[in-house]
């Protein structure tokens, strides 16, 4: 018996970005260019990189040295590695330490919900998930609390090897198992211990796992955590100037350097404020690397030639910077444009702000008010695909993965919705429905039709065309 497949519309349409061209494939998002600015009679040389943030198809961000953290590497490498496109030195560290092993960094280092490093330099190059840069005073807080034990939390759903005194929080994005070497604390749906172990463990629906790096013992922890202790964890961001607090999760990217060099087009130095008095930075002349944006609101990086921080906060004024920030410098400054070293740095180096490029536009995913950070979809013949296990996490939806036939089965209330990898098939309350894209796999994660899924479990879906973001609204409960 034939089946008949019903082709639904308003389901199977992905979101459609046609009718709303962005001009990302015409123009160019990253531009070098080679300046001589004259100042007080003197004559300076300069290589800046114009980055439009508002390009789906640009990610920033903050990369630390064999994506360890204290670790220390050849800048080429670390572009490589990293797939950039643009890079540049990044915060400053310790590159005089005898401890080759561990070359401590100065300032915050920051990823979403990914922090690799706190740092003692608040003055930070930030990038906000609205895709707007600033520069800003800041104080991050990322912390758990489980029973009698705290910690700084290393990061969400993020894990790049195992570190002393490190923390991290997995949940259902991660996957089904956590499995990384440590102490794995089971937290569940009511945010309470459940189970505390050094061998692999289930994350639980709803729940969580907290992992302590490998200097912890089980015998320690056991005695400052116990089954039904209360779980809780902590990420916001303070600005220093206005005040205000934000969670963390609206920003993209934070690396804290400094001093300030521009706010609001004009010179804004303050090296007691941004507590510097080594003469390197505060009074001698040396090669500099800077970043920051300039009157279009485009995110600027670039290094000038030998001059003091007051020569060159003048001279990005004239260049039509209207905020900007030092970076590191001296030995330490280097600069990659498309596969070139416009800059060779003098060492080896610990971290690294890069720009990478993807051939698909990225979507930022927002579901009922919570932005899923670095866990982006992207756009593919106008169909938006994501990765299924942070959508169907956020609509509180059940759904079981069936290796056996690499099938993926959903239910939520009394919506059934089953789906087969490479299959444009899917079955909808017992009923076959013909999607525009079968689900795949893209490094190694699933992604699904958005629309098609969100509106089979009765959600609606927005679409922001400036920032490339869906949104994904549903009745709680």
Do not use: C
Not at 106 to 114: E, F, R
Not at 352 to 374: C, E, F, H, M, Y
């Amino acid at each position: 018996m034939k089946l008949d497949i019903i082709k639904l519309t308003a389901l199977t349409v992905g979101l459609l970005v046609g009718s709303a061209n962005y001009a990302f494939a015409a123009d160019d998002p990253v531009v070098h260019e080679q300046r001589k600015v004259a100042y007080k009679g003197n004559s300076y040389s300069l290589d800046l990189i114009r980055v439009d943030l508002k390009n789906p198809t640009i990610q920033v961000k903050a990369v630390a040295a064999n994506h360890e953290v204290g670790s220390v590497q050849a800048f080429s490498e670390m572009m490589s590695e990293n797939e950039a496109v643009v890079g540049i030195n990044g915060t400053f560290f310790d590159a005089f330490t005898a401890d080759i092993e561990y070359r401590t960094p100065y300032g915050i280092l920051m990823n979403n919900n990914d922090l690799f490093y706190g740092g003692d330099k608040e003055t930070s190059l930030t990038v906000s998930t609205d895709k707007t840069a600033s520069v800003q005073r800041l104080a991050i807080s990322s912390s758990v609390q489980a029973g009698r034990f705290g910690s700084q939390l290393n990061g969400v759903d993020l894990y790049y090897g195992d570190q002393a005194g490190g923390a991290w929080v997995f949940t259902k994005d991660y996957g089904d198992v956590a499995d990384e070497p440590g102490i794995k604390i089971t937290i569940g749906e009511d945010m309470k211990v459940k189970s505390i172990s050094d061998q692999a463990v289930i994350i639980p629906s709803g729940g969580k796992v907290l992992l302590l790096s490998t200097d912890h013992s089980l015998e320690q922890v056991s005695k400052q955590i116990k089954v039904g202790d209360k779980f809780s964890m902590s990420q916001s961001v303070a600005d220093l100037d206005t005040k205000q607090t934000s969670a963390l999760a609206n920003y993209q990217l934070a690396i804290g350097a400094g001093p300030k060099l521009l706010t609001g087009g004009n010179v804004d130095i303050d090296f007691e404020r941004d507590r510097f008095n080594d003469p390197l930075v505060t009074s001698q002349s040396n090669v500099r690397s800077f970043a920051g944006v300039d009157e279009k609101g485009r995110l600027v990086m670039g290094t000038i030639s030998y001059s003091t921080i007051e020569q060159m906060a003048n001279v990005l004024q004239q260049v039509g910077m209207t905020d900007a920030i030092n970076l590191d410098g001296g030995a330490s400054s280097a600069l990659f444009y498309k596969g070139k070293l416009l800059r060779k740095p003098g060492r080896l180096l610990s971290n690294a702000l890069i720009v990478q490029q993807t051939d698909k536009p990225r979507v930022q995913l927002n579901v009922n008010g919570q932005l899923t950070g670095s866990k982006t979809g992207y756009i593919q013949d106008e169909l938006t695909m994501v990765p299924f296990r942070v959508l169907l996490n956020r609509m509180n939806a059940e759904y079981h993965w069936q290796s056996e036939d690499s099938s993926l089965h959903i239910t939520k209330g009394k919506l059934k919705v089953d789906l087969q990898l490479g299959s444009s098939t899917a079955m909808v309350n017992g009923q076959p429905v013909l999607m525009d894209m079968a689900p795949q796999i893209v490094e190694g994660r699933m992604f699904v039709p958005l629309r098609f899924i969100a509106e089979s479990l009765g959600a609606k879906v927005e679409w922001d065309n400036s920032l490339y973001r869906a949104t994904v609204k549903f009745a709680e409960g």
